[in-house]
């Protein structure tokens, strides 16, 4: 880095010292030493990643002689790392003091109280991540992370919280706003908007009329989020496009689980389960969707699992469950109350399931489906062995995706759900099966149709 300066009527003998801070003035350090003032300029090695940068120069003779720049600027050698934190040190994962408005917020023991803080005080630029430690966040106005905080096509801005939501509540986002159900426009608690590159992981949006919204946002990742107990939408994208939620949770929604508007969107290894009408929206442009277990509910015939208005949905290895009255797709002006039909129509969801997928506690956001051969218990952290029963969703997830991080025995093909291909991948049968999979819940088939089934241990 060069530092550079002027001078005026000084000597042509005059020496200075140069310093450097890190951190807003709080501490310096000397970098150069007996440099000629007419020198002007200087070429330093910078020892650390910084938003909050100064350096001064001072006359070895005289220290009233000295001068550091007006404001901050930031040194940048790699993503720079930020934390935040509640006022409770309980579970705390990345902090080791309480998130403080005052704090810097760069360093685990200076954590500032709010991503809002963060947002607001610095520009995040692509491979910054922000820490935000186990605790609840009262969200009272949305949270806006724009155009100014963007990743790009080769390295993301990471907002993430702490992995394991189940010992002490996770990172959660909790709805405080008087307005956020039914106003007369959906409020969100999270917006990211106008920008690209995004990764937004491991945290839990509680009670807002949206929970997580995209907004002309390009090529992010929404991974690991836990969106609940909301209003119009648990996810809403509107003009969007290359995103994707992987191993996303939407549950509990009085309209939709995912609503994508004009949002080409692809959704993996995600559980959209029991939201009001619907469990994805797609109106306009296009969508993908595998792995994944979507519901309906019941109430009433107007309800389907998946709605499309002038859009196209390519799909397969998924789970419907539509409850009672619910039907599985609506497209095209017709609605599907089999899912033969829908794939007969469409050509979709060839492989795809229709069975309860015999979650272990959905009320309680333990996703986990059941197996007698293991399934993870998130708060002893440890695989117990006292289900009754296996789910089929165990090893009927796409064919062409990994099985790796799944414990053995997995056999030798992942799970569909949020924790396929994880190590919390509920335990596979050892003895032989087989599963016919075409018109398993009912439908009607005609014509020319394939029969579909699957096997495993054979």
């Excluded at 096509?153 to 992995?163: C, K």
């Excluded at 002490?168 to 590159?197: D, H, K, Q, W, Y």
Aim: hydrophobic content about 40%.
């Amino acid at each position: 880095r060069a530092g550079r300066w002027l001078v005026r009527g000084v000597s042509t003998s005059e020496l200075v010292y140069l310093e450097f801070s890190e951190n807003n003035g709080a501490g310096w350090n000397v970098i150069a030493t007996n440099l000629p003032a007419w020198q002007r300029s200087f070429t330093w090695v910078a020892p650390t990643s910084t938003p909050l940068a100064l350096w001064r120069m001072t006359s070895t003779t005289n220290a009233a002689l000295t001068d550091t720049v007006d404001t901050n600027f930031t040194i940048r050698l790699a993503g720079i790392r930020y934390y935040v934190n509640d006022s409770n040190l309980v579970g705390d994962v990345y902090t080791t003091q309480a998130g403080d408005y005052l704090n810097n917020g760069l360093t685990p023991s200076s954590a500032v109280d709010s991503v809002r803080t963060v947002f607001d005080r610095y520009n995040l630029e692509p491979e910054d991540i922000v820490f935000v430690d186990t605790g609840i966040y009262p969200v009272t106005n949305t949270i806006v992370l724009g155009k100014q905080d963007s990743g790009d096509t080769n390295y993301t801005v990471h907002i993430t919280g702490v992995t394991n939501r189940y010992l002490n509540g996770g990172t959660r986002f909790v709805n405080v706003m008087t307005n956020a159900f039914n106003p007369e426009e959906p409020i969100s608690l999270f917006r990211i908007e106008n920008g690209e590159g995004v990764l937004l992981s491991d945290l839990i949006f509680t009670g807002g009329d949206v929970g997580l919204e995209l907004e002309r946002q390009r090529n992010s990742v929404i991974r690991d989020v836990l969106v609940e107990d909301g209003g119009t939408a648990g996810i809403l994208a509107t003009f969007s496009s290359g995103n994707r939620f992987e191993r996303a949770v939407v549950t509990r929604h009085v309209g939709a689980g995912i609503i994508l508007a004009d949002s080409p969107s692809a959704i993996d290894s995600s559980v959209l389960w029991s939201n009001g009408g619907f469990g994805l929206v797609v109106n306009g442009g296009s969508a993908s969707m595998s792995n994944t277990i979507i519901s309906a509910d019941g109430s009433s015939s107007t309800n389907v699992c998946v709605n499309l208005s002038d859009s196209s949905l390519r799909a397969d290895f998924n789970n419907y469950v539509p409850f009672g009255d619910a039907r599985y797709v609506a497209a095209g002006g017709f609605v599907f109350d089999g899912l033969p039909q829908w794939t007969a129509f469409s050509t979709q969801d060839v492989h795809s399931l229709s069975v309860d997928p015999r979650f272990f506690a959905p009320e309680s956001n333990d996703f986990h489906v059941l197996s007698a051969h293991g399934r993870f218990d998130p708060v002893a952290g440890v695989f117990v062995t006292n289900d009754l029963e296996f789910s089929w969703m165990l090893d009927t997830g796409s064919t062409n995706t990994p099985v790796i991080l799944e414990p053995t025995p997995n056999g030798n093909r992942r799970n569909i759900g949020i924790h396929g291909n994880t190590r919390e991948a509920s335990k596979s049968r050892t003895n032989e099966w087989i599963l016919a999979i075409t018109g398993m819940a009912g439908g009607r088939l005609e014509n020319t149709f394939y029969l579909v089934w699957t096997y495993g241990n054979i």
